[in-house]
């Protein structure tokens, strides 16, 4: 009954910015630690963010092939994360996945328990 379910992606142009958002029901949502991944073509899923649960402030993580140019954020009033990411590359073209789990650690170092189905980013030349 949990479903993580990803939106805002699409084709923007190198440079360019764009924000995902995932909205997250069935699950305690405060309570679980939120993260991105991305797995491109031919290539190994790899977490790019990723936010603590709890109250502000927020610990976060960023990948260092992303770092810099991406935010993640969350908002749990409306049980959603989001990521922000700007000044977009060629090779961030990827499936982008929310993921959820109750450890911090679990999320950075193994598998989330919970995914979602992902939503395509296409960065063009």
């Known amino acids: 009954q949990v479903q993580l379910v990803e939106s805002g992606g699409g084709l923007v142009q190198g440079g360019g910015s764009l924000r995902l958002s995932c909205a997250a029901s069935g699950l305690t949502f405060d309570t679980y630690t939120m993260g991105w991944y991305r797995q491109a073509p031919g290539k190994e899923r790899e977490l790019v963010a990723a936010?603590?649960?709890?109250?502000?402030?927020?610990?976060?993580y960023y990948a260092d092939s992303m770092k810099g140019r991406i935010t993640i954020s969350r908002d749990n009033a409306k049980n959603t994360v989001y990521l922000q990411m700007n000044r977009l590359k060629p090779e961030d073209t990827a499936v982008y996945y929310c993921a959820a789990d109750k450890s911090f650690s679990v999320v950075v170092r193994a598998t989330p328990l919970y995914w979602g189905q992902g939503t395509q980013v296409t960065v063009s030349s």
């Open positions: 936010v603590t649960s709890g109250g502000r402030p927020y610990s976060a």
